[in-house]
């Protein structure tokens, strides 16, 4: 039993976290939204990495490793808040790594390893992320099976989400258009989620480091408000609902290469403590900056508003409890299931 | 990464479980006495099998378990319906304080009868006015030749009833600051300066007691750790005291969720939205516990401190133990409403956990200052 990254793990998160901090700065995060333009430079360099191909198989040019390292990947770009396409082109790709026919595997895993082209997943309904400049959308229907589509296929109209760190667009495609994932649609989606599920767990923690730096600082009554109980409490709320969601998200990244059986219960359970917690945590970061928190010149708010949408994104936690509620009756009453 | 138990950690897992098989608990009997003698009963089966103090070392009788081994060891006796061993408090807090701070005599004289349950141990630290805040307790000891007299007063004891001795905390010495002059003595519980008083809780079950303590003597040779050493040496009591039990109760909570669907699957209640939007809650949160234990477990293995993670595991139980005894009310109501029904019970037992070992509020103040490195409010103490 060992629950804590290999070191080879650690070392990815400390170069992403190093790399991220002077690239994807707030006021960087802060430019992009407010210009409505990712910064092609921090594409780019994501892209001379390896990044977007990390978890994508060898033999369709990515470097083969796994969910875990994708995980760690994920998480520090939603620590950073980095506006860019990883998180949509990575979910894709995971969708057809684990369940496209083998000629959607050659047709778009070299192009999304390669950062060549970019795709998405999303739900039909949904807001789906970057999917305005994708080249392949997985688009998953009401009965819960995806499709893959070129966008052209697809009518993809932008939108504005509350978000402006991310694009975001409603898709639509008649039922003709695309072909369905070779494989189990469910598999795909419970890997894109865990992904989402790691961005939601970097988010928290920035807001709550955030957090604790602005109540070291800020004093009322001759005294840092962080010594308040009423604040310093909410704080350790914070750690709480923080770590809950990354031992559920880290859980699940593990169980979605090592034991893939108890995947669709360990994506459900990280979904929804990372919504859960993503949401609960930004807010609670807003409110413990006070007025300042409220502002639009304060940084926290975009944490709170890609909290938001990542906790919609491939299903929310009511969502993901109910999925949850449906495996256990199953497990403990298989004559009924 | 890897979440699955090593060989070893495997073969113990299997060893331990085919030892369970044969050795079954039985059922626990009705009469808080009769309960407390099957509970000592079964410590000295565990004791005999070698199972009684397993994250003991060897040369004290135990099996220097890993801590994870330790953690399984709590698992498996959870899933085996089986009930902490009577003289929990022994082997968890008053045997690792004597290997730490007692002498070779110490440790000779009290350590085999604390793993046979032959001598039972109680906790005297908390008082009328020195709960949260111990390093204010007023009990007092003052030397009468080779003997320390004790008088004071000390509540929440649980099993002083059933105790041969009491870890005791007292002030040798009024001239310095509260931290200082604090002393930690095993005390001899059968003597008349002790009169124990049991406490009724709200439960209607007397699991604790008030000692009024009357002129009681304590050898010299009883003295841990030194005079004036006893802040420190209870410290290492209270640090040895959230450990391996997570495992315990977690498992327990888990059973009882369990338990609680099949209750609402019996009802036909598994297709109500409501309903299910909980249990997926609960289970949840169920699973966020065992997770972060086994975090927790990972960091003091491989780094040799605790990571955030220790400080939450009590706090995330304790909430979640509740929030499941109030969904059962809610979902079979009258039933979980009424005197004897195991819900009923559950419903105002789990009162209890959010204060029992630390209150959630202190824990809080833990985590603020200890882990995220908050200031400290005039006047408070984590």
């Known amino acids: 039993m060992n629950f804590d990254f290999t070191e080879d793990q650690q070392e990815i998160k400390k170069t992403a976290r190093d790399l991220l901090s002077s690239r994807s700065s707030l006021a960087k995060v802060r430019e992009a939204a407010e210009g409505k333009a990712y910064d092609p430079a921090l594409w780019s360099e994501l892209v001379e990495l390896g990044w977007p191909g990390i978890a994508i198989a060898e033999e369709h040019g990515g470097q083969g490793l796994g969910a875990v390292e994708l995980a760690i990947l994920s998480e520090e770009l939603g620590y950073a808040l980095a506006a860019s396409p990883f998180l949509a082109t990575v979910t894709a790709a995971e969708a057809i790594g684990i369940a496209g026919t083998p000629e959607q595997q050659a047709q778009w895993l070299p192009l999304l390893a390669s950062g060549e082209a970019t795709g998405t997943i999303g739900s039909a309904g949904g807001l789906v992320p970057d999917a305005d400049a994708a080249a392949v959308i997985v688009l998953i229907g009401e009965d819960g099976v995806a499709r893959v589509l070129a966008r052209a296929e697809a009518e993809v109209t932008p939108v504005d989400s509350i978000d402006p760190t991310r694009r975001a667009a409603r898709v639509y495609a008649p039922p003709t258009h695309g072909e369905a994932l070779g494989g189990d649609s469910a598999a795909a989606i419970d890997r894109a989620t865990v992904v989402v599920a790691a961005e939601l767990v970097g988010v928290a923690q920035r807001a709550l480091e955030m957090t604790l730096a602005y109540v070291k600082d800020r004093r009322q009554f001759d005294t840092p408000v962080g010594a308040y109980q009423a604040v310093s409490h909410k704080c350790a709320q914070m750690l709480k609902d923080t770590e809950g969601a990354r031992s559920a998200t880290y859980f699940a990244a593990w169980a979605a290469d090592a034991e893939p059986d108890r995947l669709p219960e360990a994506a459900s359970l990280a979904k929804a403590a990372a919504s859960d917690g993503g949401r609960d945590v930004t807010a609670s970061a807003i409110q413990a900056h006070g007025g300042i928190g409220f502002t639009w010149e304060a940084d926290v708010h975009w944490l709170y508003k890609r909290a938001q949408v990542d906790a919609a994104l491939l299903g929310g936690s009511g969502t993901h409890r109910a999925r949850l509620a449906r495996l256990l009756a199953a497990r403990l009453q298989p004559a009924a299931a | ?382």
């Open chain 2, 1 to 382: 990464m890897d979440l699955t138990f090593s060989d070893s950690e495997a073969a113990f897992r299997d060893e331990l479980r085919a030892w369970f098989e044969i050795n079954d608990p039985g059922t626990m009997p009705t009469g808080d006495d009769a309960a407390y003698a099957w509970r000592r009963d079964w410590q000295r089966r565990l004791a005999e099998g070698g199972w009684a103090g397993v994250h003991w070392p060897r040369e004290y009788g135990g099996r220097n378990a890993t801590m994870t081994e330790s953690a399984i060891f709590f698992e498996e006796l959870g899933r085996a319906r089986a009930p902490l061993p009577a003289n929990v408090l022994g082997l968890l807090l008053a045997g690792p304080t004597i290997m730490t701070y007692g002498t070779d005599e110490q440790k000779e004289r009290y350590l085999s009868p604390i793993l046979t349950a032959d001598e039972i141990w109680c906790q005297g630290f908390s008082e009328p006015d020195a709960g949260s805040d111990l390093a204010a307790l007023k009990t007092k000891a003052v030397k009468d030749g080779d003997d320390w007299v004790i008088t004071g007063q000390k509540v929440w004891t649980s099993g002083a009833q059933y105790s041969k001795w009491c870890m005791l905390v007292a002030r040798t010495d009024l001239d310095v600051p509260k931290h200082k002059g604090l002393t930690y003595f095993l005390m001899d519980m059968e003597q008349e300066g002790v009169q124990i008083r049991p406490l009724v809780q709200i439960t209607g079950e007397p699991e604790f007691n008030e000692l009024f303590i009357e002129g009681a003597r304590v050898p010299d040779e009883n003295v841990l750790g030194g005079v004036g050493n006893g802040w420190r040496v209870a410290l290492t009591t209270l640090m040895n005291e959230r450990s391996g039990l997570a495992f315990f109760l977690q498992v327990r909570l888990r059973q009882l969720l369990d338990e609680l669907i099949e209750e609402a699957a019996e009802r036909g209640l598994l297709d109500d939205p409501v309903v299910a939007d909980r249990i997926g809650y609960l289970h949840m949160k169920a699973e966020i516990l065992r997770l972060t234990a086994y975090r927790g477990l990972t960091t003091i293995e491989k780094y040799g401190t605790p990571g955030p993670e220790g400080s939450l595991t009590k706090w995330m139980w304790s909430e979640t133990n509740q929030e499941l005894a109030q969904f059962a009310a809610d979902l079979l109501g009258a039933d979980a409403l009424t005197t004897g029904n195991r819900w009923a019970y559950e419903l105002l037992r789990s009162r209890g956990n959010t204060i029992e070992g630390g209150t959630t509020e202190i824990l809080k103040n833990i985590v603020a200052e200890r882990v995220l490195g908050l200031p400290r409010l005039k006047g408070a103490a984590a």
